[in-house]
C-alpha cells in the first residue's frame, strides 16, 4: 500500500502541539539532569520548539505552563513565537509545587487554601487573554495516601465547586480541559484517576469543558482506543497528551513503547471525527532526560505522523464487511495490513514536496543550531521542573 492522494490531503491537518517544559531540564523522580545549551527561560524554550516546526512543519504551537513560564510580558512571548514561526498554545496550570498544597489545592478542606488554588487559574486565565491561547488544562496532584486521611466524597464536592468557579471565569471563545492519572503522588486514591471523573466533573460545568487524555496515565493493560472512542462518542475529548510508558507516567517519546497502541488510537481519532477538528487538539507532554530535547521532540511528532499514516491507510470498506460478517480473521487482516505497512519513504518524499527535509532528524543534526546553543548558552540559571 501507499498513500493516496487523499491521504496526503489528510496529512496535510496535523498540528501537533509542543510542551515548554520539554525543552527545560528534567529527570528521574530523585534528580533533575542539566544538558549543555538548554533554554534558560521561556523565550529560549519557544526557540528551540520553533526548531521542531522548522524541520516538520507538524509542531505550530507551543503549550506554556504557569508559573515555569512566567514573563514580564506575554506580549512580547507571543511576538516572539511568531518571530520565530510559531505561536503560544494551551497554558497548563500549577497546584502541585507550593507547601500549602501538601494535603490538596482545589479539594483541599481549607478555603484559604483552595481560594489560593482558584486564584492561580484566574491568573492563568489572565494569561491566555493576553495570549490569546484557548484552552487552561488543569491536571491536579490532589489526593490521599492512607484510608481515613480524608472524605473523598467531600474533596470531590469541593473539586465541583473550584472547578465551577474557575470555569465560570473563562471567556466565550476559551475551555477548560481537565486531566487524569490515575495514581501519583497520591497513591491511596487521586481526585481526579480516570476518564469517568474528569467527564462527569467537565459534563457537569458546560459544553466549554472538556477531558484531557494523557496516554501515560492509565494501568497497565487499559484499552486507551476504547476510552478515546467513548469520549469522542460523548463529545468530550478536548485534548491528548502523547507520551509512552514503560512502566508509569514515564513522559517519554510517544511510540517508544507501544507503536501498535499508537496506531490504534490514531484510528479512532479519525473514525471518531476527531482528526483534522479543532476541537480535539493533539499534544505533547514529555520529558527527554537521557536524549538531546530537539530531536527528541522531532522524532515524538514523526512518530505520530507515521502512526497517522498508517491510520489512514486502514480500508475501512473491507473492515466493516468483515466485521458485518464476523469474520475475525479478516477484519484483523486488513487492520494489520495498514499496520505493517512502511511509509516512512512515502512520508519522506510527501515532506520534500511541501519543501520539508525528507529527514527532519538528519536536517536538524546538520543545522548546527544544537552546536550553536550550547556555545551561546553558557551562564545563567538552566530551566527545569520549578522554572
Known amino acids: 500500500m501507499s498513500l493516496t492522494d487523499r491521504i496526503r490531503s ?27 545549551g538548554t533554554a534558560r527561560d521561556p523565550f529560549e524554550k519557544v526557540s528551540d520548539a ?33 518571530d520565530n514561526g510559531v505561536r503560544l498554545g494551551t497554558i497548563n496550570s500549577n497546584t502541585f509545587q507550593d507547601d500549602d498544597y501538601k494535603f490538596g489545592s482545589v479539594t483541599h478542606s481549607d478555603p484559604r ?30 489526593g490521599t495516601n492512607y484510608p481515613g486521611q480524608d472524605s473523598m466524597r467531600a474533596r470531590q464536592d469541593r473539586l465541583a465547586d473550584s472547578l465551577q468557579k474557575i470555569y465560570e471565569r473563562i471567556g466565550e471563545g476559551q475551555r477548560l480541559v481537565l486531566e487524569y492519572k490515575f495514581f ?37 493493560g487499559t484499552n486507551i482506543e476504547f476510552i478515546v472512542m467513548q469520549l469522542l462518542r460523548l463529545g468530550k475529548l478536548g485534548s491528548f497528551d502523547f507520551n509512552s510508558r514503560f512502566y508509569a507516567d514515564d513522559d517519554l517519546i510517544v511510540g517508544a513503547a507501544d507503536p501498535f497502541q499508537l496506531f490504534r488510537i490514531v484510528f479512532e481519532v479519525i473514525q471518531g471525527g476527531g482528526y483534522g477538528n479543532p476541537e480535539v487538539a493533539f499534544m505533547l507532554d514529555q520529558c527527554h532526560n537521557l536524549e538531546a530535547k530537539i530531536p527528541g521532540q522531532i522524532r515524538s511528532v514523526l512518530n505520530v505522523q507515521e502512526a497517522t499514516a498508517k491510520a489512514l491507510l486502514v ?73
Not at 505552563?65 to 511576538?79: F, G
Not at 484566574?122 to 487573554?129: G, S
Not at 460545568?205 to 496516554?215: H, S
Not at 480473521?329 to 505493517?340: E, G, I, Q
Open 184 to 220: 501519583e503522588p497520591a497513591f491511596y486514591h487521586t481526585d481526579v484517576p480516570d476518564w469517568g471523573t474528569s467527564y462527569v466533573q467537565t459534563a457537569a460545568l458546560g459544553e466549554r469543558a472538556f477531558v484531557c487524555l494523557d496516554t501515560g496515565h492509565h494501568a497497565p
Open 315 to 387: 480500508d475501512v470498506e473491507a473492515l466493516d464487511a468483515a466485521q458485518r460478517a464476523n469474520d475475525v480473521l479478516a477484519a484483523n487482516t486488513v487492520f494489520m495490513d495498514a499496520f505493517n505497512t512502511d511509509v516512512r519513504a512515502d512520508l519522506a518524499a510527501w515532506r520534500e514536496s511541501r519543501g520539508l527535509p525528507a529527514d527532519p532528524m538528519a536536517a536538524y543534526k546538520a543545522s548546527g543550531y544544537q552546536e550553536k546553543i550550547e556555545a551561546d548558552r553558557v551562564g545563567g540559571t538552566q530551566a527545569g521542573w520549578g522554572a
Open 113 to 142: 487554601i483552595r481560594q489560593k488554588a482558584i486564584d492561580h487559574h484566574f491568573e492563568c486565565i489572565d494569561v491566555m487573554n493576553e495570549t490569546g491561547s484557548r484552552d487552561l488544562k488543569i491536571w491536579l496532584a490532589d
Open 10 to 36: 489528510e496529512l496535510a491537518l496535523q498540528a501537533i502541539e509542543l510542551p515548554s517544559w520539554a525543552f527545560g531540564n528534567s529527570g528521574t523522580r530523585f534528580r533533575v539532569f542539566g544538558t549543555p
Open 50 to 82: 520553533a526548531q521542531v516546526h522548522k524541520h516538520t512543519g507538524l509542531a505550530p504551537t507551543v503549550a506554556l505552563h504557569i508559573p515555569w513560564d512566567r514573563v514580564e510580558s506575554y506580549a512580547d512571548l507571543a511576538k516572539h513565537a511568531e
